[in-house]
């Protein structure tokens, strides 16, 4: 029998009498809404600091799409600022320009910065490149997730930059590290499942972090629901196209069954970075000739993405 | 017992699967995708559900 489970009864959490909201099937464990949000707050506390993500005096830019994982990211952050001295946080908002989608994301995202009292910044496709990505995608749209992610990565890259920002943080949660890791490898791509991207210096790329990469996607919902800040959103019209769509089902499925594989992806590829530590499975870095970025070539992902859309 | 789905459809449901797991194995929902309501208050799959109650679907999963 799960433990604070009885047959014909609803579960209660296991630090209180209170009715459960959650259960965590990898340590067997129910929490009511007051325990989860503790728990998810001391767990992205825990990682921020075992893995140095935050110093004294870093200004972080948060990267807010108004989604539910950013949302929960600057939430967290602004109420663990009391114990990050000298941290500021800027949240930073891109707008790709996506019909029937971006607007109530970015409505969402202005009311939570208004309310938490956090400076935000909005960028756009169309500033970036001249375009929004509708326009863009005309005839390409099976492209689209790779081409908005270029683009959003730059547009987020100079912004925080603008921003006097020394790291940017994102909203990827337990969930999307594993899908990462498993796409990697169903394309092969050693270099990438190795990559880190949560060291650099101001003169390559701004450090990236993810605070809430130990928490599973079902929690960071469940976390925001609890306190009235979930709201349903629309779903993005390209999503359809992503690989990373397909894998989610495979990998939510088999962690349904046998709850774990996630977080076992994760640490199968822990393992393999500490394989490959001091060997060179990337290629070195040069800078773009058109634009002076850092990239492993002789143009970076966006020149050659500007050619390609003859832009 | 009424069911709002993710896409906000409404079923009425005449029998009662039990617990939320059951119902949401019954509609083919994965419960990583979903969170669940019952009566307005979130609950796991474990919980139980009765005639009366309103149970709310809601999809997590989105983006690419």
Redesign the interface.
């Known amino acids: 029998m799960?433990p604070h489970?009885v047959p014909?009864?609803?579960?209660v959490c296991a630090c209180c009498a209170e009715?459960?909201?959650?259960?965590q099937p990898v340590i067997r464990r129910?929490l009511c809404?007051t325990h989860l949000v503790r728990d998810v707050e001391e767990r992205v506390r825990t990682t921020i600091l075992e893995t140095g993500q935050i110093h004294a005096g870093d200004r972080v830019a948060v990267g807010l799409s108004g989604?539910?994982d950013s949302t929960a990211l600057l939430v967290i952050l602004s109420r663990l600022l009391p114990t990050l001295p000298g941290a500021s946080f800027v949240a930073i908002t891109v707008d790709e320009g996506i019909a029937g989608y971006r607007a109530d994301t970015m409505r969402a995202a202005k009311s939570l910065t208004q309310r938490l009292g956090v400076d935000h910044r909005i960028v756009t496709f169309r500033a970036l490149i001249g375009d929004d990505l509708d326009t863009l995608l005309i005839g390409r749209e099976t492209h689209?997730?790779t081409i908005?992610g270029i683009l959003r990565k730059k547009a987020l890259a100079d912004a925080a930059r603008a921003a006097g920002a020394t790291s940017i943080a994102t909203g990827h949660n337990l969930?999307d590290e594993a899908q990462s890791v498993l796409m990697n490898a169903f394309r092969g791509d050693l270099p990438r499942l190795v990559r880190t991207t949560g060291t650099g210096t101001s003169e390559t790329f701004l450090p990236r972090i993810k605070p809430l990469m130990a928490i599973?996607?079902?929690e960071i919902?469940?976390y925001l629901?609890?306190q009235d800040l979930?709201s349903?959103?629309p779903?993005?019209p390209?999503?359809k196209?992503?690989l990373?769509?397909e894998v989610?089902?495979l990998l939510?499925?088999y962690?349904?069954h046998h709850p774990g594989t996630m977080q076992h992806l994760i640490e199968s590829k822990k393992t393999i970075e500490q394989y490959c530590a001091g060997t060179p499975v990337m290629e070195p870095l040069h800078r773009c000739r058109e634009c002076g970025d850092p990239c492993s070539g002789d143009l970076c992902q966006v020149c050659r993405l500007r050619h390609s859309l003859g832009k | 017992m009424k069911v709002i789905l993710p896409d906000q459809g409404i079923r009425v449901m005449e029998h009662c699967p039990g617990t939320v797991g059951a119902l949401l194995h019954e509609i083919g929902a994965?419960?990583?995708?979903v969170?669940v309501?019952r009566n307005g208050?979130?609950?796991?799959?474990?919980?139980?559900i009765g005639r009366d109650d309103e149970i709310r679907i809601?999809r997590?999963?989105?983006?690419?």
């Open positions: 799960e489970a014909g009864e609803s579960p009715p459960a909201v959650v259960y129910y809404g989604g539910k689209a997730c908005c969930d599973p996607e079902k919902a469940s629901f609890v979930f349903v959103l779903e993005c390209y999503t196209y992503a990373r769509a989610r089902a939510s499925d962690e349904c | 994965n419960p990583l995708e969170i309501s208050k979130l609950v796991p799959e474990e919980a139980t809601i997590i999963a989105h983006g690419g």
